[in-house]
């Protein structure tokens, strides 16, 4: 037993329970997702059980579950993305432009050099730049 307490309007990631030969929100086998989520507590029913809203897709769901399947989310504005922002083709796809060069670096192998650049990207927060 985890001594875990969630309070109305907290954030948590609902644990789903792996079954053999079936196919789990479109994953089956060892590529299916432990946790979904985030979804937000609608109220505490008991010390152990929780009401959640689920989305409209998971009407068949049960939505009070057992402190046990959840685990805790802390809130992160970088998380959420603001799709006005960005400009999408008709096929759903939008290209990625760099903004600026962060860090440059040498990566040294056995028999080559590979020159490396952290690059911050215009659709992405500056904790987000990736070494290309």
């Known amino acids: 037993m985890r001594d ?10 609902v644990k789903v329970i792996p079954m053999k030969g079936h196919t789990r929100f479109e994953k ?13 507590i609608l109220k505490r029913l008991d010390l152990v059980a929780y009401q ?7 009407e068949k769901v049960h939505n009070v579950f057992y402190i046990s399947m959840l685990q ?11 799709y006005h922002q960005i400009m999408l083709d008709n096929d759903m796809v939008y290209e990625e ?21 952290k690059v911050e990207w215009r659709e992405h927060h500056r904790n987000e730049a990736i070494w290309e």
């Open 4 to 13: 875990l307490e969630f309070e109305a309007r907290d954030h948590v990631f």
């Open 52 to 58: 959640i809203a689920l989305p409209p897709g998971m």
């Open 97 to 117: 432009k760099p903004i600026q060069i962060l860090d440059q670096q040498v990566k040294q192998l056995r028999n080559k050099t590979i020159l490396m650049v």
């Open 72 to 82: 805790g989310y802390l809130r992160d504005p970088s998380h959420v993305i603001d």
């Open 28 to 40: 089956k086998g060892k590529l299916s997702p432990q946790y979904i989520g985030p979804f937000q």
